[in-house]
């Protein structure tokens, strides 16, 4: 890594940091590129993408993140303020059916963007509440025209701009949660767990988060699931590409120690060899939590001050095991989510009692199914990931991780991937110390904050930072929150609440 001194550095333009290499923080240095900045990223890791990473071996290649593509143009627009198109360098390609449920009992649902398979779906279960299933679908709609077009990028700046949406929340029933929601429209319980599971995806349980994540039945529909061929990693190359083409450069194995304040005003950053880099403006794609914990004094918070930070609710965290086998499993979907036996108690054990449960609801991923070019010929690639309590557990996984993995492997077997042990050829596995140590987030919460309502919009940490002026926040942890869409509308928000670089000429 090269790191200049900030006295020998003088770009043309004024300099915008983006601290970490995330899907956020690779859209908001696009987006300020295009704004007339000159930008810097600085990744604590040797690599980028965050929690998109990549990890290859023995002949694969394993996405360490998100594999779930959805709003693909999100990603479109970013190439379009390149003045390129993002079919030049990523090919998206839909993947039917979205996902596989796959119950202990044997009973699966195939989850789609079909509403006449859907119906057929929802009839085979029960029935009765296909309508009630159309009424679901037709309030997702709803709740998505105005949680996700009309304030998905919508920055929650002042406590006016949450008083505005009141009423809107109220007639969606934003007070309910997810599955109480759907609850409301079907009675079958493995129908209400099928439609009500999608909190999972961005760190939320379904009995708590807010009902307006019921939006994400409808964007599923209105856009379609993608896999990026090659990999998720695929889009993090194609983002630096884009980056270094507008003049920006990416600093890897440049861990930022804290954030420069100058008379309430972020001026720039120190990092952990002690360099200082100065900038007009500092973007945090770092967990936001810890931005406020580690990286700046508490003598510059009013807000965000360690007692709230403290008493802040944060997501479960995630047992993920990659591996790849000497056999393919050509039944198995590209998407499979394996539930087990219980839903409601198992999810209390990991929101709210905090105990590492002995049985598990796992979601598995085939990426090999749409691409096999990420495997050895013949093999297929994998990863299951498990939810599982942040550290506030106590679980020591130096120890626990290898049973809990022996113990998903046996289940994975008896169910969906017969004979796995046997056929393994490639192993690696993170736990929750990994995304405390490697990625920085705090509790080691895979997603940040937990997603339930007094933690939402104005109640989250702001886009452009209540108590550092010149300091910004993109990411899960902030408006509006994880999984893909919302990371990529956190950079977007930027174009309403950053400077132009012109003021600063």
Request: proline share 6%; glycine share 10%; hydrophobic share 40%.
């Amino acid at each position: 890594m090269t790191v200049l001194p900030d006295d020998n550095f003088r770009p043309d333009r004024p300099r915008a940091i983006v601290i970490g290499s995330g899907f956020g923080g690779l859209a908001a240095a696009i987006r300020l590129g295009a704004r007339g900045y000159h930008v810097t990223v600085l990744e604590k890791l040797d690599s980028p993408g965050g929690r998109a990473r990549v990890f290859r071996q023995d002949g694969f290649v394993f996405d360490a993140g998100p594999t779930i593509v959805t709003a693909p143009f999100l990603f479109e627009e970013l190439w379009q303020l390149c003045g390129r198109r993002m079919s030049d360098d990523v090919e998206l390609r839909a993947v039917d059916p979205f996902y596989r449920m796959h119950f202990h009992t044997g009973e699966t649902f195939d989850y789609s963007g079909d509403p006449e398979a859907m119906r057929a779906e929802v009839g085979k279960f029960s029935p009765s509440d296909v309508a009630g299933y159309e009424r679901f679908m037709r309030a997702s709609e709803a709740t998505f025209k105005i949680g996700f077009e009309q304030l998905g990028d919508v920055p929650f700046s002042t406590w006016t701009d949450m008083a505005r949406l009141v009423p809107d929340m109220v007639r969606l029933k934003s007070y309910r949660s997810v599955y109480g929601f759907v609850s409301s429209f079907v009675r079958d319980p493995r129908l209400r767990l099928i439609l009500s599971f999608h909190p999972l995806l961005v760190g939320g349980n379904p009995f708590t988060t807010s009902s307006i994540y019921a939006l994400i039945a409808f964007l599923e529909r209105r856009w379609g699931v993608y896999f990026a061929m090659g990999g998720t990693g695929r889009l993090v190359e194609g983002l630096v590409s884009l980056i270094r083409g507008q003049g920006g450069e990416i600093l890897y194995n440049a861990q930022v120690e804290s954030i420069a304040v100058r008379n309430g005003k972020a001026t720039g950053v120190r990092l952990a060899t002690g360099e200082r880099l100065d900038a007009a403006i500092v973007v945090s794609n770092a967990d936001s939590a810890a931005t406020y914990r580690t990286l700046l004094p508490a003598q510059y918070r009013r807000r965000w001050t360690d007692r709230k930070i403290d008493r802040s609710r944060y997501s479960m965290s995630l047992f993920v095991w990659y591996f790849g086998t000497r056999r393919r499993y050509p039944d198995v979907q590209h998407h499979t989510i394996v539930l087990g036996p219980r839903h409601r108690g198992l999810l209390r054990d990991i929101f709210d009692r905090k105990v590492l449960a002995p049985d598990f609801s796992l979601y598995l991923h085939r990426p090999t199914a749409t691409d096999p070019s990420l495997a050895p010929e013949g093999c297929d690639g994998f990863y299951v990931l498990s939810p599982v309590p942040h550290l506030d557990s106590g679980t020591d996984w130096t120890t626990a991780a290898e049973p809990y993995r022996q113990a998903i492997s046996r289940r994975l077997a008896d169910t969906v991937l017969p004979g796995l042990e046997e056929r393994i050829v490639s192993s690696r596995m993170i736990t929750p110390q990994y995304f405390q140590d490697e990625l920085l987030s705090l509790k080691g919460a895979a997603f940040g904050l937990e997603p339930v309502l007094t933690q939402s919009a104005w109640f989250r940490p702001h886009n452009k930072s209540e108590d550092i002026d010149g300091l910004y926040l993109v990411g899960a942890g902030t408006h509006p929150g994880a999984g893909l869409p919302g990371v990529l509308s956190s950079a977007r928000i930027l174009d309403t609440v950053t400077p132009h670089a012109s003021e600063y000429v």
